[in-house]
């Protein structure tokens, strides 16, 4: 085995120059079963559509997508990334949505020197001192959209505010990223049990504490959970709720429905911001899947397009894994969301908005963008990673 | 902290366990009677919350929502144990496990298949989605209903089990399955109903909850961890227990939600008592669970002598 891997080595090496390849194989494992299937849903359809209206290619190349559910479980996923690396020798893996199963895999997938683009999660490690070549955050850092958040409740001039999330990892990390930003006092920082069914007892906390605002990051149906109870309540007509644009997207607001209305939230996306091609982009997944798309949607939209561009500056020459780093480094895409190019540590620099749920013309809940909250912002980890 | 907010609490914990009881009274008596660990009663849930969800929004009006939700998960519930479990009952639990393990994978695609993979809307009616004030302080108006709803069942199935000769026939059942079938009790008519009955309680739950949480596949899972919790402290197979029980987990839960920070944070300092209050919160129903099963191994009201 070992002396059949080095004369494949020496091969190559005489071989000198990368030849282009024919195709390109992506890895595609996300969560589409489950609580959090919804999420991986949306990206594998946001992707897959990328990559069938660009004629089934990604940079010219043929693109074979082999597509996997990681059950939203770290043991499913290091099998699947196993599969990925060794048997299928994919060129890319993407698509995860969990940080709880992206970072227990990432380590298999990395010292394999295969590239990972992340769909969503960017966690505070590999974005400052784990940082690593082969490692790019498309979506945003842990810390981005939240941040964002802390500033708008800054500039409504909000100085009191009641803090709520779940017990783990990326619920810290996004209470962080509030707090980085935002400047007032905060009233109480409550940690829930994830997967919490029943918020009876932190609302009505929340209600004898008074405080200007609550922010409150509850992913999924956590989420949904809690603004349902919250409005049953009727605390919202006294303290106005605050959250980071994953529980305000399409699928929350479907499931949550009038209960949502007035609810602000940031995001680095919206479906109706005003570019070309945003609009390419809502249109298109409208008419092949029949609802609006999430961000989870957009994100794997824009992986997909990185990837074409990336491809395509290389020549399709993926093999010279150096030259095509560099080429990812320096995609320049058509993103929906506008401004879009990686800092030097790999995660996005991009724009934030405010968004709030209303009503339409038409009767219609759905989110409309406020306005621009951060321009051309980075993420507070940058300085500590020395990319190798 | 003030007087009012202590009682805010208390009811919040009261309806948290009055919600639990709903599925739980379904799971002790499949457990308990039939003795058959059926892990797919949330999945049984789940359905019910879907067809109230589909019900509700088809005719508008709550009421039939629930009553088609109750009709639907009951007639699912009867094939299904007529189709499958009856298979099981004399089977190992680990093979008990295993089907019904499968059964909810299944019963989680057929839902994605039929309502798609993101959560629907399931919202309470208008007339109930605010909060009314009692005696100085608002409380949610639809979490009354839960309240009264679940005490209203609560009493009924107490008289149903207690007074009746159908829950004489459950209570044998329970206590010693094969003598009561000796004694000429119908068992397996009876068991396609108790399971029927149990289903229909799940629906309720079901229906009841869903306006307060997400409707989604998945659902079941995470509740019925908690309403297993439920009858191991308050013993197999009793509905008493499975009251007790549930309004325990209910309160302990909700207590150490509500106070358990406050106290940590006058005991410790603020770092430490940011990391442990909510981690300890979180374990205590599994503490008191844990107390239960050492001081009362076959839980609160152990239906087998």
């Given at each position: 085995m070992k002396a059949l891997f080095v004369a494949a080595a020496i091969l190559a090496a005489v071989a000198g120059q990368a030849l282009a390849a024919d195709k390109i194989k992506v890895g595609f494992m996300s969560?589409?079963?489950?609580?959090?299937?919804a999420l991986g849903i949306d990206m594998r359809d946001g992707f897959l559509l990328a990559v069938k209206s660009n004629g089934d290619k990604l940079g010219g190349l043929s693109a074979e997508v082999s597509v996997v559910d990681d059950q939203q479980n770290p043991d499913v996923g290091r099998q699947a990334v196993e599969r990925f690396v060794?048997?299928?020798?994919?060129d890319v893996i993407t698509g995860m949505v969990f940080s709880n199963v992206l970072l227990p895999v990432m380590p298999a997938i990395l010292e394999s020197d295969t590239f990972y683009l992340s769909t969503n999660t960017g966690p505070e490690s590999l974005a400052g001192?784990?940082?690593?070549?082969?490692?790019?955050?498309?979506?945003?850092?842990?810390?981005d959209i939240p941040g964002a958040m802390g500033e708008v409740l800054n500039q409504r001039g909000l100085k009191n505010v009641y803090l709520i999330a779940p017990n783990y990892p990326g619920g810290r990390e996004t209470l962080n990223g509030f707090k980085r930003f935002y400047k007032g006092k905060i009233a109480e920082e409550t940690y829930t049990k994830l997967g919490q069914l029943d918020y009876a007892a932190e609302i009505a906390a929340m209600r004898a504490a008074k405080p200007d605002a609550v922010f409150f990051f509850l992913p999924g149906g956590m989420g949904i959970n809690f603004i349902k109870q919250y409005v049953a309540a009727g605390v919202n007509k006294e303290i106005p709720l605050f959250t980071p644009g994953f529980s305000a997207d399409e699928d929350t607001i479907r499931a949550v429905?009038?209960?949502?209305?007035g609810l602000f939230n940031s995001s680095h996306?919206?479906?109706?911001?005003?570019n070309a091609a945003n609009r390419k982009f809502v249109t298109a997944f409208q008419k092949e899947y029949g609802r609006l798309p999430t961000m989870y949607a957009q994100q794997a939209w824009d992986v997909a397009l990185v990837l074409d561009a990336a491809i395509r500056a290389v020549n399709g020459k993926i093999d010279d894994k150096q030259a095509f780093q560099k080429a990812i480094e320096t995609a320049r895409i058509d993103s929906p969301r506008g401004n879009f190019r990686f800092n030097t540590n790999h995660m996005p620099i991009q724009d934030y908005y405010l968004r709030e749920v209303v009503k339409d013309a038409g009767g219609k809940i759905t989110n409309r963008t406020v306005g621009?909250?951060?321009?051309?912002h980075q993420d507070a980890f940058v300085g500590k990673c020395k990319m190798g | 902290m003030p007087l009012t907010l202590i009682v805010e609490q208390l009811l919040n914990g009261l309806q948290l366990g009055l919600m639990l009881f709903l599925l739980a009274a379904g799971l002790t008596l499949v457990f308990g009677i039939m003795d058959m660990i059926n892990l797919a009663h949330g999945s049984l849930y789940m359905i019910g919350a879907y067809l109230a969800a589909s019900a509700i929004a088809a005719s508008g009006s709550f009421l039939v929502g629930v009553a088609v939700a109750i009709a639907g998960t009951a007639a699912i519930a009867v094939l299904l144990e007529m189709a499958i479990l009856r298979r099981l009952y004399r089977r190992s639990h680990l093979a008990q496990v295993l089907a019904t393990f499968a059964l909810i994978l299944i019963a989680n695609e057929a839902v994605r298949m039929v309502w798609g993979s993101q959560p629907i809307l399931l919202n309470m009616p208008p007339s109930l989605s605010g909060p009314i004030d009692i005696g100085g302080f608002t409380y949610p108006a639809y979490r009354l209903v839960v309240i009264a709803a679940g005490l209203a069942i609560a009493v009924l199935l107490y008289l149903l089990v207690a007074r009746t000769k159908i829950g004489m026939w459950v209570r044998a059942g329970a206590a010693d399955r094969e003598m009561a079938n000796v004694m000429g009790v119908n068992t397996t008519w009876l068991f396609t109903c108790v399971f029927a009955a149990g289903a229909a309680l799940c629906a309720v739950a079901g229906a009841l909850l869903g306006p307060l949480l997400a409707v989604q596949v998945g659902m079941g899972e995470n509740i019925l961890i908690l309403a297993f919790v439920v009858i191991v402290i308050g013993g197999i197979g009793s509905i008493r227990g499975a009251l007790i029980g549930a309004l325990l987990v209910g309160f302990v839960d909700t207590a150490g939600r509500a106070f358990l920070p406050q106290l940590f944070r006058s005991v410790f300092p603020e770092a430490v008592a940011a990391e442990t209050g909510p981690a300890v919160a979180a374990v205590l129903i599994y503490v008191l669970m844990a107390a239960v099963l050492y001081w009362r191994p076959s839980g609160l009201f152990p239906t087998r002598a």
């Amino acid at each position: 085995m070992k002396a059949l891997f080095v004369a494949a080595a020496i091969l190559a090496a005489v071989a000198g120059q990368a030849l282009a390849a024919d195709k390109i194989k992506v890895g595609f494992m996300s969560t589409l079963s489950g609580p959090g299937g919804a999420l991986g849903i949306d990206m594998r359809d946001g992707f897959l559509l990328a990559v069938k209206s660009n004629g089934d290619k990604l940079g010219g190349l043929s693109a074979e997508v082999s597509v996997v559910d990681d059950q939203q479980n770290p043991d499913v996923g290091r099998q699947a990334v196993e599969r990925f690396v060794k048997r299928d020798r994919v060129d890319v893996i993407t698509g995860m949505v969990f940080s709880n199963v992206l970072l227990p895999v990432m380590p298999a997938i990395l010292e394999s020197d295969t590239f990972y683009l992340s769909t969503n999660t960017g966690p505070e490690s590999l974005a400052g001192e784990k940082c690593h070549p082969r490692f790019f955050g498309v979506a945003w850092q842990n810390e981005d959209i939240p941040g964002a958040m802390g500033e708008v409740l800054n500039q409504r001039g909000l100085k009191n505010v009641y803090l709520i999330a779940p017990n783990y990892p990326g619920g810290r990390e996004t209470l962080n990223g509030f707090k980085r930003f935002y400047k007032g006092k905060i009233a109480e920082e409550t940690y829930t049990k994830l997967g919490q069914l029943d918020y009876a007892a932190e609302i009505a906390a929340m209600r004898a504490a008074k405080p200007d605002a609550v922010f409150f990051f509850l992913p999924g149906g956590m989420g949904i959970n809690f603004i349902k109870q919250y409005v049953a309540a009727g605390v919202n007509k006294e303290i106005p709720l605050f959250t980071p644009g994953f529980s305000a997207d399409e699928d929350t607001i479907r499931a949550v429905g009038e209960p949502m209305v007035g609810l602000f939230n940031s995001s680095h996306w919206a479906h109706d911001l005003d570019n070309a091609a945003n609009r390419k982009f809502v249109t298109a997944f409208q008419k092949e899947y029949g609802r609006l798309p999430t961000m989870y949607a957009q994100q794997a939209w824009d992986v997909a397009l990185v990837l074409d561009a990336a491809i395509r500056a290389v020549n399709g020459k993926i093999d010279d894994k150096q030259a095509f780093q560099k080429a990812i480094e320096t995609a320049r895409i058509d993103s929906p969301r506008g401004n879009f190019r990686f800092n030097t540590n790999h995660m996005p620099i991009q724009d934030y908005y405010l968004r709030e749920v209303v009503k339409d013309a038409g009767g219609k809940i759905t989110n409309r963008t406020v306005g621009r909250v951060f321009s051309n912002h980075q993420d507070a980890f940058v300085g500590k990673c020395k990319m190798g | 902290m003030p007087l009012t907010l202590i009682v805010e609490q208390l009811l919040n914990g009261l309806q948290l366990g009055l919600m639990l009881f709903l599925l739980a009274a379904g799971l002790t008596l499949v457990f308990g009677i039939m003795d058959m660990i059926n892990l797919a009663h949330g999945s049984l849930y789940m359905i019910g919350a879907y067809l109230a969800a589909s019900a509700i929004a088809a005719s508008g009006s709550f009421l039939v929502g629930v009553a088609v939700a109750i009709a639907g998960t009951a007639a699912i519930a009867v094939l299904l144990e007529m189709a499958i479990l009856r298979r099981l009952y004399r089977r190992s639990h680990l093979a008990q496990v295993l089907a019904t393990f499968a059964l909810i994978l299944i019963a989680n695609e057929a839902v994605r298949m039929v309502w798609g993979s993101q959560p629907i809307l399931l919202n309470m009616p208008p007339s109930l989605s605010g909060p009314i004030d009692i005696g100085g302080f608002t409380y949610p108006a639809y979490r009354l209903v839960v309240i009264a709803a679940g005490l209203a069942i609560a009493v009924l199935l107490y008289l149903l089990v207690a007074r009746t000769k159908i829950g004489m026939w459950v209570r044998a059942g329970a206590a010693d399955r094969e003598m009561a079938n000796v004694m000429g009790v119908n068992t397996t008519w009876l068991f396609t109903c108790v399971f029927a009955a149990g289903a229909a309680l799940c629906a309720v739950a079901g229906a009841l909850l869903g306006p307060l949480l997400a409707v989604q596949v998945g659902m079941g899972e995470n509740i019925l961890i908690l309403a297993f919790v439920v009858i191991v402290i308050g013993g197999i197979g009793s509905i008493r227990g499975a009251l007790i029980g549930a309004l325990l987990v209910g309160f302990v839960d909700t207590a150490g939600r509500a106070f358990l920070p406050q106290l940590f944070r006058s005991v410790f300092p603020e770092a430490v008592a940011a990391e442990t209050g909510p981690a300890v919160a979180a374990v205590l129903i599994y503490v008191l669970m844990a107390a239960v099963l050492y001081w009362r191994p076959s839980g609160l009201f152990p239906t087998r002598a």
